[in-house]
């Protein structure tokens, strides 16, 4: 059976996804001990561990313990689910081709942080998300699939922001199975995934059977 290790700062609301999508996540890893992501793994019986960046030194030593939790529990993907930490290229190769994120903009706008409020300065019309694998420049990796949402007149950045993950909720779910089922190629920077169709609700889906 395939394993899903999802790694999280906070909440853990694309983790919920995940699991309620019937994903096989198998343990929840955090580098904060407060993340309420936590709670709900262990309330679904999902192992967890807390890796906590501010007992660490330096990156390097973080990443090493961080990467021992995830080894702990041999995962066949790796997925950054509101994880708020830069890994380092040590890090990033380790999981080379199955270390995947979903990230709030339509990228490659918008890498980093604070998106939604640079969207609207910038006086974008669409905004929205992206899941794409991880390499060792911040958020330029491989693009799975996105989903875009229209950017409103009266939109603040906390609205646009919910409307944003509300197309991470699906997005994400999706792009998980997609790998473990053995459906994606990466070819330089570019992913096909076989056999999915693009709607004009501006997610990714299955085809009709």
């Known amino acids: ?3 899903v290790v999802v790694l999280i700062s906070g909440r853990g609301s694309n983790l919920r996804a ?3 999508a019937a994903l096989p996540v198998v343990a929840v ?4 001990p407060d993340a309420a992501g936590l709670g709900f793994a262990a309330e679904r019986g999902i192992a967890t561990a807390v ?3 501010k007992a660490y030194a330096d990156r390097d030593s973080f990443d090493t313990a961080l990467a021992n939790a995830v080894d702990a529990h041999a ?4 997925v950054l689910a509101g994880f708020m930490r830069v890994l380092t290229p040590g890090f990033v190769r380790r999981y080379a081709g199955r270390l995947m994120n979903v990230h709030p903009s339509l990228l490659p706008a918008f890498p980093g942080l604070d998106t939604h409020a640079r969207a609207l300065a910038a006086g974008s019309k669409l905004h929205g998300c992206s899941v794409h694998f991880v390499t060792e420049a911040l958020d330029e990796g491989p693009i799975v699939a996105q989903a875009a949402v229209p ?3 009266d939109d ?3 609205t646009l922001a919910a409307r944003v993950l509300r197309q991470e909720h699906r997005l994400l779910p999706a792009a998980v199975r997609w790998f473990l ?9 570019r992913v096909r995934v076989r056999d999915t169709v693009a709607h004009a609700d501006d997610t990714l889906a299955e085809p009709a059977p």
Not at 29 to 32: A, H
Not at 75 to 78: A, C, Y
Not at 181 to 189: K, L, V, W
Request: glycine share 6%; aromatic share 0%.
């Open 181 to 189: 089922e053995g459906r994606m190629a990466i070819n330089g920077a």
């Open 29 to 32: 890893v955090s580098n904060r």
């Open 75 to 78: 995962p066949d993907l790796v």
């Open 156 to 158: 603040s950045p906390e």
């Open 1 to 3: 059976m395939a394993r």
């Open 51 to 53: 890796v906590d960046h």
């Open 18 to 20: 995940l699991v309620e």
């Open 151 to 153: 950017v409103l007149d």
